[in-house]
């Protein structure tokens, strides 16, 4: 995840009538930082759980359209399957889990409207988390809110310490959180978010031709998103235990495979874009692989089945510098790698 910083430079200045494209949107920085500048765009991601955050960051709705979604679907008569084990009973007390488990049945069922997509966002979010010494910012007991500690390692660190979920008030939290992200919202924009592969997603017969192309694909071995959100990906319709089944993306079993795919990423991308739009990527790498990442994008770019010219190549600093992605999934402290930034014209595929 680079910082929303990046993709707000990058469309300083862009026409107010362009469309933009981020074909591995993840949580929709590009497509909020487009938004923020009043631009139409269209993000893509194979992953549901990203396109989910990334949707509820674009939908234009009020705070007390998020709580009032929550608190229908609550007093509704919605059935649920609750999970149940050790974890389950660890994890979210039994009135909490109640709740969470009929919001998740009613926005699996039904999830169409702006309000429940900004809802479904902030459930995600308050997921999982730290307690705190105050009023509860997340439902769960203690665990990390980047990523959702595995059910065997959680259950052990819970019964060491003695540490038992408490009553959260579902709706009290989601008026608490919707008045603090959506009380004051960047107007809204035309927007898409598809949860595709964007090497089969058909760019070109979508609604728009794109002008400006800004993105970060996952890095070469970077495979690990859906275990470490494996409670999340189960709120979005996966298992209630930790799963290992990717959505399709791109394969990493070697760089030259990978480098290929990427290619056929970026001939579909120029297919859907207008002569001469700029595309900007961020790329880097992670430490147990050993190929080195500006040579895995040039092959890349070199390897499309269309016109593109490479402007240049910058370091964009280590991973270390901001909330970059390389720094999401480490478990240790090492020396982060250096990322870059590709800047490309796009033409006509040949």
């Known amino acids: 995840m680079f910082p929303l910083s990046v993709p707000v430079k990058q469309l300083a200045g862009v026409a107010s009538d362009a469309w933009v494209l981020d074909p591995f949107c993840g949580r929709g920085s590009t497509n909020y930082a487009a938004r923020l500048l009043g631009l139409r765009s269209v993000g893509v991601d194979s992953n549901p759980v990203a396109t989910a955050i990334a949707e509820g960051k ?193 394969s990493h079993g070697s760089a030259i495979e990978f480098a290929e795919q990427l290619a056929t990423v970026w001939t579909n991308v120029a297919r859907a874009c207008m002569p001469g739009a700029r595309m900007m990527i961020r790329f880097g790498g992670i430490h147990d692989r050993r190929a080195r990442p500006k040579d895995i994008m040039l092959d890349a770019l070199h390897g499309t089945r269309c016109k593109l010219r490479i402007l240049t190549v910058r370091s964009a600093g280590l991973s270390s510098r901001g909330k970059r992605q390389a720094d999401q999934f480490k478990r240790t402290l090492r020396t982060p790698i250096e990322e870059l930034d590709f800047y490309v014209r796009l033409e006509e595929p040949s």
């Not at 007390?93 to 488990?101: I, R, S, W, Y």
């Not at 959260?168 to 978010?193: E, M, N, W």
Request: hydrophobic share 40%; aromatic share 12%.
């Open 58 to 250: 674009l939908v234009d709705v009020s705070a007390d359209d998020v709580e009032t979604a929550c608190a229908e679907i609550l007093a509704g008569d919605t059935a649920a399957t609750i999970p149940e084990g050790d974890f389950w009973a660890l994890c979210y007390h039994p009135k909490t889990l109640a709740e969470l488990c009929r919001l998740r049945s009613a926005l699996l069922n039904d999830c169409r409207s702006p309000e429940r997509k900004a809802l479904r966002a902030l459930i995600l979010g308050i997921l999982h988390g730290p307690r705190n010494k105050g009023a509860p910012g997340y439902l769960s007991n203690q665990m990390p809110r980047t990523y959702a500690a595995k059910p065997d390692y959680a259950i052990r660190f819970w019964t060491k310490n003695g540490l038992k979920p408490t009553y959260v008030d579902l709706l009290a939290l989601v008026r608490r959180k919707a008045r603090h992200y959506f009380a004051s919202t960047p107007a809204g924009v035309p927007f898409r978010v598809y949860c595709e592969d964007s090497r089969t997603l058909k760019l070109a017969t979508l609604e728009a031709r794109f002008s400006v192309v800004v993105t970060s694909p996952p890095y070469f071995g970077m495979r690990t998103y859906v275990p470490d959100q494996w409670l999340r990906y189960w709120f979005m319709g996966g298992p209630p235990t930790t799963t290992y089944r990717q959505p399709s993306q791109l």
